[in-house]
């Protein structure tokens, strides 16, 4: 058989990407390959579970865009097809007074991207949303949910196998040959000859890229990011979603607490360098791709410029009375004790061969593939726009 569209990757934007193909244009020949055994086994299933609401962005990036679009989006879709969620809403939570103009500025952001509803806090009116909080200012985002993102993936699956694509597990794409008019992606299990390539690998989607010539400029640096969980008799120190105002040089939103649809109170994550793209624990090390994140030119010059942040994660990740001093700028009666070991997720952070960090979703395209090259958060909230983007870029391809 000759694809239409052979789809790499079955986390939440493939399974999206290949849902928006069929119902832009039903009855294309579509194959989803993922390499483990189930759906969603990576950055989607390991996150915190939290329906970003787009006040973070830049107004205009592809982040702002596709979250706004994609945040309604994924609550029609799980009104639809009864999966589980939550609007409740979160608060964002400075703790002293350098923190006022960076506050100001997400607060005139949100605005910016169309947020109804943002709500400027005093000391006082924050504990009204979170009593046990501790804080100067802050804003209450009444967008933001919580919703199971494994089920709402594995929701994704059944629909497309329902519609006719095919959902080939454990299943390994090697290389990608063009073939005359098509290409032939090359897997553990055979090879798949199809007109189009779309690749959301996730943290190997820069190899996938450099399968078909880009990304060259690019690599995927994995950050572990770990989490605590607050002890059941302690839950109630949170109300919903507690988040710090982030630090603007760096991609990640800092430690926080978060209600999990599935039950429970993450406290978390850090975010250090892991040793492997799929290092979920430290003691998992791959010589290979830890040497090649050393020797990326743009991951020295990260390193170079912000070793003493670098540092401060890494001992946080090593001290679970730092990570409890962090938390307690939030919420000062947590004790090291109320915090249990809560597992950890791997964030595919692309960094460009300059020294950045990549702050936008990132999508490589050429006459026979697409490359979604950097899609950490909010990418599952975005996904269906995520998908919904790409799906028109496929459309235009193959006609």
Request: with cysteine; hydrophobic share 40%.
């Amino acid at each position: 058989m000759i694809y239409d569209v052979v789809i790499v990757g079955g986390g939440i934007t493939g399974l999206a990407t290949a849902l928006r193909l069929q119902k832009q244009k039903p009855g294309l020949k579509i194959a989803v390959l993922e390499k483990e055994g189930k759906v969603a086994m990576h950055q989607t299933g390991n996150n915190s579970g939290v329906i970003h609401s787009g006040i973070y962005y830049k107004p205009g990036s592809l982040k702002a865009q596709n979250c706004i679009r994609g945040y309604q989006m994924l609550i029609d879709f799980c009104t639809e097809h009864q999966v589980p969620f939550e609007r409740c809403g979160k608060i964002i939570v400075a703790t002293d007074e350098k923190e006022k103009p960076l506050l100001e500025t997400i607060y005139v952001r949100g605005g910016a991207n169309g947020l109804s509803g943002l709500k400027k806090l005093s000391a006082g009116e924050l504990k009204e949303y979170e009593p046990h909080v501790a804080g100067i200012e802050g804003i209450f985002v009444p967008q933001t949910g919580i919703v199971d993102y494994r089920l709402v993936s594995e929701k994704y699956a059944a629909l497309i196998v329902r519609n006719g694509a095919k959902l080939v597990m454990e299943t390994k794409a090697l290389s990608i040959i063009k073939n005359g008019v098509t290409s032939i992606v090359k897997t553990t299990k055979g090879d798949f000859e199809t007109r189009l390539v779309v690749s959301c690998a996730g943290l190997y989607s820069d190899k996938l890229a450099n399968m078909t010539g880009e990304g060259k400029d690019v690599k995927i640096v994995p950050f572990r990011g770990e989490y605590y969980k607050l002890k059941k008799e302690k839950e109630y120190l949170v109300k919903n979603l507690i988040y710090p105002v982030p630090d603007p040089n760096f991609p990640f939103l800092g430690v926080h607490f978060t209600r999990m649809a599935k039950g429970g109170v993450e406290a978390g994550p850090n975010a250090v360098l892991a040793f492997s793209r799929e290092g979920y624990k430290k003691s998992d090390i791959n010589l290979g791709e830890l040497t090649e994140t050393l020797l990326w030119p743009g991951f020295q010059k990260v390193a170079a410029k912000y070793w003493k942040t670098g540092l401060g994660e890494m001992y946080r990740s090593f001290s679970k009375a730092a990570f409890t001093k962090a938390l307690q700028k939030l919420i000062p009666e947590i004790q090291q004790d109320d915090l249990v070991d809560g597992g950890a997720g791997v964030r595919a952070q692309a960094c460009d061969r300059t020294g950045g960090l990549v702050d936008d979703f990132l999508i490589y395209e050429s006459d026979r593939a697409i490359h979604i090259t950097n899609a950490p958060s909010p990418a599952a909230t975005s996904s269906l726009s995520i998908g919904e983007t790409v799906a028109g870029m496929a459309l235009k391809r193959i006609g």
